[in-house]
């Protein structure tokens, strides 16, 4: 099965936290037996309109294989309680 996962970062973070909140973020997808097979970070950019009292975050774009949606499941439930992530989309892409 194959995915596309998009999530906000918070803008006010340093790139430190940054960019331990993405390494954690990965972990949580490559210990649950997904494999990643594109990785982009985008950059910051301004929101459309205010999420959670902010105007712009850090957008990243990851593409995964996994067999069964063990990793996806993991990787929502984590992406929920980080408060580092504004916001984050899963997408299954059908072969």
Avoid: C, W
Wanted: charged residues 35%; proline residues 1%.
């Amino acid at each position: 099965m194959k995915y596309e996962i998009m999530f906000i970062l918070r803008p006010d973070i340093e790139e430190e936290v940054r960019k331990s909140t993405v390494s954690t973020l990965e972990k949580t997808l490559t210990d649950n037996k997904a494999t990643i097979t594109l990785s982009k970070e985008l950059g910051q950019k301004e929101f459309a309109y205010v999420i959670k009292k902010m105007k712009s975050g850090y957008y990243y774009l990851y593409n995964i294989e996994t067999s069964d949606d063990k990793a996806i499941k993991e990787f929502d439930r984590v992406a929920h309680i980080d408060e580092n992530v504004i916001r984050h989309l899963i997408l299954k892409i059908e072969d």
